[in-house]
């Protein structure tokens, strides 16, 4: 029911932009999140933006550089990534869920899951 696109290789200081359509599910009243992992490494909390509030919050580590968005008739969530570092390297999965939580940097709040894009920075 999530679909995530737009990874690829950049250079750092580049900028990517990841992109997550929602199909079946109504999601605007709750919450599209994203996140990411590498190898070894639990999946990490990046962004998330609550519906119809248009609250979000990030994670320090990304916190001035990416940018999550969403457009509702489109029913598609966006993480602008900008000024990227080699440490931004990750695969990047798209999540949701119906209703909002406040514990929004869970993972385990998400029943909804895209299947992943792979950014990877390096020179």
């Known amino acids: 029911q999530l679909q995530a696109s737009g990874g690829g290789w950049v250079q750092p200081g580049g900028s990517l932009r990841l992109s997550c359509v929602a199909s079946g599910r109504d999601f605007s009243g709750g919450a599209m999140a994203w996140f990411r992992q590498t190898p070894g490494k639990e999946r990490e909390f990046v962004a998330v933006?609550?519906?119809?509030?248009?609250?979000?919050r990030y994670s320090d580590s990304v916190k001035g550089r990416f940018t999550i968005s969403r457009v509702y008739a489109k029913k598609t969530v966006d993480l602008q990534m900008n000024s990227l570092k080699p440490e931004d390297t990750a695969v990047y999965y798209c999540?949701?869920?119906?209703?909002?939580?406040?514990?929004?940097?869970?993972?385990?709040?998400?029943?909804?899951w895209g299947q992943g894009t792979l950014v990877t920075v390096s020179s």
């Open positions: 933006s609550r519906g119809n509030s248009g609250m979000t």
């Open positions: 999540a949701a869920r119906p209703i909002y939580s406040v514990q929004y940097w869970d993972e385990k709040s998400y029943a909804y």
